[in-house]
């Protein structure tokens, strides 16, 4: 066992694995998260500045793709880019992120939904590729009909939670080409609470509940 990094004045967060020999690590320092990304070759560990304060949870690893991560940041409101971790620079995938909860990136780093709500008026947008056109969902009310979570193993359905169904929320299938829902998991005396995810990829294996 070799040591690879050492976080001065701060303490070492979270690590992901980019490829068998490459490492993306994030330091909580004084004024925020700074990340590192260190090859295991023995050498040294490189800032990545264009990931400075970006919460680990908006952080996707592509499984194919050992230099590039997708992050949410923020620039006068929250957009999503493609950051190079080798030569620290990001290229704009969608200036509009709106609600970063609620942005699902694939596994291969397109984004696939997004929503945000506005008092008590609420949006939902999603596709089926990074090509296709935005089916889009809007409406009034305390939360909208469903949310957008993640992206299937298939990479084609969504996975989505939903408070049409019942008393109690449920997470749902979406196919994004026809709109139409399938029950995927609920308990009815439990609301959901969120999915628990796998690296890379962040795929859904399981759910949480209240």
Partial sequence: VDGVFDPGDGEVDRIWWLGSRRLLIAGLGEFGYQYFVADLDGSKPRAVSTLEYVWPGYITTLPHDTEHVVAIKYLRGPYVTRVDV???????????????????????????????????????????????????????????????????????????????????????TLDPDTGRRTLFAQRPDRDVFQLVRQEPGHFPVGASFF
């Avoid at 909208?144 to 049409?164: K, M, Q, Y």
């Fill in 86 to 172: 080798r030569a620290d620079r990001g290229r704009q995938l969608d200036g509009s992120a709106y609600d970063p909860r609620a942005v699902v990136i694939s596994a291969e780093g397109e984004i696939r939904a997004k929503a945000y709500q506005y008092d008590d008026q609420w949006h939902v947008f999603w596709r089926s590729s990074a090509t296709s056109s935005w089916h889009v969902l809007e409406g009034h009310g305390a939360e909208p009909t469903f949310w957008p979570l993640a992206v299937a193993r298939n990479d084609h359905d969504l996975i989505v939670i939903t408070h049409d169904q019942g008393n109690t929320s449920a997470l749902m």
